[in-house]
């Protein structure tokens, strides 16, 4: 039996990704500007709608480098940032020389906790450092709790920059993920549930926002014959042959996401007679998951050598990749002196959770081996 390693995530043609890069070079658009960008910024507007205005960038922490920039934070400010996330939610915080406050997850959505958020928030203001922005995170693609974290968010007005890396094709009350922040972010990396082999996006609310946004990322070029700079400048937009990749990709996406889903929805029929095992599902029939990884929750049950590192391993025995839900940021050592709000809901997550192959190319046969091993180590011992 072919026993090639199963991934995580890997990533998935269309098909007309090399098209749109034959293109680019038949008509020698080999550049960080073209067709290809301005038609990728055409297709993810019209996708997301709610008046998306979208800027194509190098990568998704590019994004939230200059989202960051845009609301204004500097050097001394304070930023508060959901800790259960991939450490490039929050590195960009320190970029700027500005301190992180990290917040725990309420059990739910695995996304920021409402009541640790608005404690974090008074105990700024408190202390007279009003936070600059609040980093959310629609983690593994299944939405935060819009309609709470917004509301306070409003109330204290501080703006939310909206990571959604994880969430393209996700939705919350029919509304796409990526536009509910004051900024929005997405990724393109290989793993994300579209790819343009590297590269990311800026989601603002005005053309004005996207149109500075796409200056700081072009090196902040003033209007003048030569070289002048009255901002600081990056080098951060999108190549036009990644974009062509993404066009190709737009054109499967919603087919992608609900390969994901039907993952997602495999695992829980896989899992729904062993009662050590909750898939993470959302809570909530407002919410759209694109579920770009589907992930578990074991319970240990030490004595009968089942943990969620035990399974881990088994499926490394049989080639099966799968992987610890993200480190909580107040838990990392770059990170773990400053702030952090919350009780132990992202530590017991990150104990006990596990990342399976969730990737839209999966095939029937794969499926079948990941059944027989999950059951081969759930099996009565
Ligand atoms: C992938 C990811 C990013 C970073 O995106 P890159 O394109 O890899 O720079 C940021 N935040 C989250 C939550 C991510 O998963």
């Not at 993810?44 to 960038?57: D, I, R």
């Not at 839900?325 to 400053?338: A, R, T």
């Amino acid at each position: 039996m072919n026993n090639s390693k199963i991934w995580l995530s890997s990533p998935h043609m269309g098909g007309n990704e090399q098209k749109y890069v034959q293109e680019a070079f038949d008509t020698n658009w080999v550049a960080p500007l073209g067709p290809n960008v301005n038609g990728l910024e055409q297709d993810l507007e019209s996708y997301l709608g709610a008046n998306a205005h979208v800027g194509a960038l190098s990568s998704g922490t590019a994004a939230i480098h200059l989202g960051l920039i845009l609301l204004g934070v500097q050097a001394g400010d304070t930023v508060i940032c959901q800790s259960m996330t991939f450490s490039a939610s929050a590195n960009p915080i320190l970029y700027l020389g500005a301190t992180p406050i990290f917040i725990d997850s309420e059990p739910e959505t695995w996304n920021l906790c409402p009541i640790a958020l608005e404690q974090a928030i008074v105990a700024s203001i408190a202390n007279a450092q009003k936070p600059k922005a609040i980093i959310a995170v629609h983690l593994y693609g299944v939405p935060y709790k819009v309609d709470e974290i917004h509301a306070i968010a409003d109330k204290y007005q501080i703006p939310v920059l909206e990571d959604s890396a994880e969430a393209l094709g996700s939705s919350y009350k029919q509304q796409k993920c990526g536009t509910f922040g004051d900024i929005g972010v997405l990724s393109f990396n290989g793993n994300k549930i579209i790819t343009t082999s590297g590269g990311g996006a800026i989601v603002a609310k005005t053309k004005d926002l996207k149109e500075k946004a796409i200056f700081y990322a072009t090196q902040s070029r003033d209007a003048a014959p030569h070289y002048q700079h009255s901002h600081i400048g990056y080098n951060y937009r999108m190549s036009n042959i990644c974009a062509g990749i993404g066009r190709g990709q737009m054109e499967v996406i919603d087919h992608h996401v609900n390969l994901r889903r039907q993952m997602h929805a495999f695992y829980v029929d896989l899992f729904q007679n062993i009662a050590a095992v909750t898939v993470f599902t959302t809570p909530e029939s407002n919410s759209f998951a694109n579920y770009w990884l589907s992930a578990i929750v074991v319970t240990p049950d030490v004595d009968k050598g089942i943990t969620a590192e035990a399974l881990r391993l088994a499926l490394e025995a049989a080639n099966i990749e799968s992987r610890p839900l993200w480190k909580p940021m107040h838990l990392q050592p770059i990170f773990e002196s400053y702030p952090y709000y919350g009780t132990t809901i992202s530590e017991q997550l990150f104990a006990n959770g596990l990342c399976l192959p969730s990737g839209s190319n999966l095939t029937d046969l794969e499926r079948e081996r990941i059944k027989k091993a999950v059951f081969g180590f759930f099996e009565p011992k």
